[in-house]
Nanobody, 115 residues
């Protein structure tokens, strides 16, 4: 069974919104900073948002003001609310710890922003 399962991606027009969810298993969440990453073919995976166990948030400059990361520690779930989406946001989105533990990478969820 996958330890991290991303969902919520899809096709959306520029300016639209999506809400991604990441359900964790085991004790991955506890006391850990979690992050959302994205990757486009031919480019390095990048961290776009992170949130500590206490709720402190950080965002990449490219998404600041548009994306909101949140977490539900009781449910071991992290969310990414994406608003005002741009074509440049098109990528496969992954969740992981902020350190990007190799064996945690899952299938991700595809976000496509296109008119």
């Amino acid at each position: 069974q996958a330890q991290l399962v991303e969902s919520g991606g899809g096709l959306v027009q520029p300016g639209g919104s999506l809400r991604l969810s990441c359900a964790a298993s085991g004790s991955i969440f506890s006391g850990r900073t979690m992050g959302w990453y994205r990757q486009v073919p031919g480019k390095q995976r990048e961290l776009v948002a992170s949130i500590t166990s206490g709720g402190r948030k950080n965002y990449a400059a490219s998404v600041k003001g548009r994306f909101t990361i949140s977490r539900d520690n009781a449910e071991n779930t992290v969310y990414l609310q994406m608003n005002s989406l741009k074509p440049e946001d098109t990528a496969v989105y992954y969740c992981n710890t902020a350190t990007g533990v190799s064996q945690y990478w899952g299938q991700g969820t595809q976000v496509t922003v296109s008119s």
